[in-house]
């Protein structure tokens, strides 16, 4: 099938959404269309894992019926959050309603939470000096921390007088400035008291979650739950208070590196150097998190039932818990991300959901607290307990729609053994041209294993990945053809066909039998290498003879789009790409834009931020572009006194016993790969003339495919049109002149603003 498209750049997930870094990446209208290939909107959808709230959410507003499960109750309360689509207006309200609560202190939660960010302004000259030698203007955005150290080196900030920004070296009168902290002992006590009594086995799991938090934020942290749990509050107020404090619970814990980096965090690891955020900074930005600009949709508790016109049936807990069993008619769909191993993500939303809710909070996530230690294996059995329970919930014909987010080898063979062992068989699948997305649908139906032969699965394997790499064109990194090979292995019986002595083994083992086949120098070779075979790129040691390029072909794609419309959507484009390019070969996001910025200029002005051909790429202006430049090079031959040979594709300069010394190739387009194969025996210099629009284009190419790059080292080089014309009208023009001037222009890759940005 062809890998299925959001609304814009596939490779590229929202980031503004509630706790997004622990939640499978979301791509915004995905989900929808994926299931609306399988399933008509009024239909029933089953989510057995609720571990994607963001797709929930979006299904539903397509207007299906989603029955979701959801054991971790973070998850289940951005699902209740969200579907009530609060404004920012709200959300805004809401803080401020909760800033202006007072302490027992008689201070005002903002005034508590704000002084401890607030330092003396560093410049000597600043206005709040001289208004009050004590004041302190400078408000701190971030402290930083370097591990082990006992207190924050540097903040960074802005004066709020003169708006000086800078980052302060830290010493002690500072920290001395700053308002005082109850007892870390009490703070940490409070905090642990509201999940579990000290004999409890769950206290000492969570006093290493607490860890992770300074003491500062942690008390912070204390106080806004106190102000939440006693003021006169209305239950729609509390519920959008404690969807701040969760951000600001996320955002004020230690998994934070600075410099701000990738920051998704799989393992409570505390980086080398850390940030910790102003705290009262953090909840306003939750207040844009949390906002919707959406209707609310129609949320409903299990067993209740749903309109025809959509929505969301929430069971919080397990899916073996659900009572009464739903009808299995009822179901016609199933859609799941399929969660990943985040020890961070459990500890957090324990404590958490402990803080919020208390020790009833935490019930439904206690096990798995309990357990800590979690590998591939004990994943994949895990994963493979809820999907076998699938076949009694749901119609036998229902198409099981897996997604794999963040696609790792351990998590796709995880993935794929569960459903394997599940009962189910693939269908078809497709991955995202970043191969950070793996679409999977399935039906119930056991594989159908054969007897178990190392030598056979590698010899499959080979096979599979021979096929796979003639009709990708170029060469492959490691994960694509990992797992082309492993879907492969799946449909023909042949993956986690184990021998009997050895019963339950480890999910790498298939990993590491694997390793041979890309070890092996008869099949594969390898650009730029490195120690492990996940690293540098795989290509055929005997290749085809001739073979097309992705690159060709997906420029080949774009430019017949373009003769049938001069304005194309990025999703039009998507889809006429990913349909030509099913499975595994999804081109790369970076491919498909480069090759549109050669042809075409982006209307950020349209809703749909359509490409619109330029001008000059009009397929009769570029036609008669070709004619011209051929004629051109004819005229510098007889200028010359050349001899010519001309063929309806080249031009040949032929010396005096008929070789040639030059080869001209006019082309509009940069799809140069068959040409250089069907010529590679030519004489003499290869000329491919192209457009100047072109030359970023046929040198991005050969960035990318360094075995296109080889080709090109029998004497091939690229002439620009404008280079070629400015040749012919020098009068002075001789054939050393000709010789030293015709290859003086060589492209060079540039990448475009857009791209940097």
Known sequence: MPFVVGHEQPDTPRTDLPLERFLPPWHDGMASRWLNNYAAPGSWVLDPFGQSPFSVLEIARAGY?????????????????????PTLDEMQATLTLLGKSKSLSGQSLIEHIQSQYLLPCPVPDCASHADNSKSKSFEVERYIWHENRKQPSQATGKCKVC??????????????????????????????????????????????????????????????????????FSSRQKMLMQALFLSAAD????????????????????????????????????????????????????????????????FEGRLRELDPKPDPRQIETIYANLPRRNQAWWNLSGLWSGWLWGKEGVKTLRNS???????WTWHATALEKVLARLKYLVRPAAPILLQVSELDPLFLLASV????????????????????????????????????????????????????????????????????????????GLLFNQDATQANPPINKTQEDLDPV???????????????????????????????????????????EFLHSSKLSALDIAKAINHKHPGMMTPDHE??????????????????????LNENEQFTTRAQDIKSLREIIEKIARKLAIK???????????????????????????????????????????????????????SYKLRRDPNLQAMMQDDWHFVKFRLLRNIYENPLLTRELFAYQILGDPPEYRVSQLALF
């Open 65 to 85: 019926r989603v029955l979701v499960t959801a054991n971790n109750p973070v998850s289940a309360f951005i699902i209740k959050v969200l579907a009530t689509a």
């Open 163 to 232: 708006g000086h920004t800078t980052e302060l070296e830290l010493t002690d009168e500072h920290h001395k400035s700053l308002p005082p902290l109850p007892p870390v002992a009490m703070s940490r006590a409070l905090a642990l008291e509201k999940i579990a009594p000290p004999t409890d086995p769950l206290r000492a799991v969570m006093e290493d979650v607490v860890s992770y938090y300074t003491d500062r934020t942690l008390n912070l942290l204390l106080s806004i739950l106190t102000q939440i749990s006693s003021q006169e």
């Open 251 to 314: 955002r004020g814990n230690q998994l934070w590196a600075y410099p701000m980096g990738r920051n998704r965090p799989r393992q409570l690891l505390c980086p080398p150097v850390y940030q910790e955020f102003n705290l009262w900074h953090s909840l306003e930005n939750a207040c844009h998190l949390w906002a919707s600009q959406e209707k609310a949709i129609t949320l409903r508790y299990y067993p209740e039932k749903l309109p025809q016109s959509g929505g969301i049936c929430l």
């Open 369 to 375: 607290l309990l357990k800590q230690r979690y590998d």
């Open 417 to 492: 053994k569960a459903a394997q062992s599940a009962g189910f068989s693939l269908r078809t699948a497709a991955c995202s041209g970043g191969v950070n997305i793996l679409q999977t649908v399935w039906k119930f139906s056991p594989s159908q294993l054969t007897q178990y032969s190392i030598n056979k699965v590698r010899d499959a394997a080979r096979e599979i990945a021979t096929d796979f790499l003639s009709n990708w064109g170029e060469p492959s990194g490691y994960m694509r053809l990992f797992t082309q090979m492993i879907l492969g292995l799946q449909t023909r």
């Open 518 to 560: 890309f070890t092996d120098p008869s099949l594969f070779h390898r650009f730029s290498p490195g120690v492990s075979t996940d690293t540098g790129t795989y290509w055929l040691a005997s290749p085809p003879e001739y073979f097309s390029t992705l690159a060709d072909n997906v420029e080949g794609i774009i430019r017949q």
């Open 591 to 612: 491919l498909v834009q480069t090759i549109l910025r050669s042809y075409a200029t982006r209307n950020e002005q349209d809703d749909q931020a359509c490409w619109v």
């Open 644 to 698: 010519r040979q001309i063929s309806d594709e080249a031009i040949y300069f032929l010396d005096e016993h008929d070789h040639e010394i030059y080869t001209f190739f006019v082309s509009a387009s940069a799809m140069i790969s068959e040409t250089i194969q069907r010529h590679r025996g030519l004489s003499g210099k290869k000329l491919i003339v192209l457009p100047g629009g072109r030359a970023n284009l046929v």
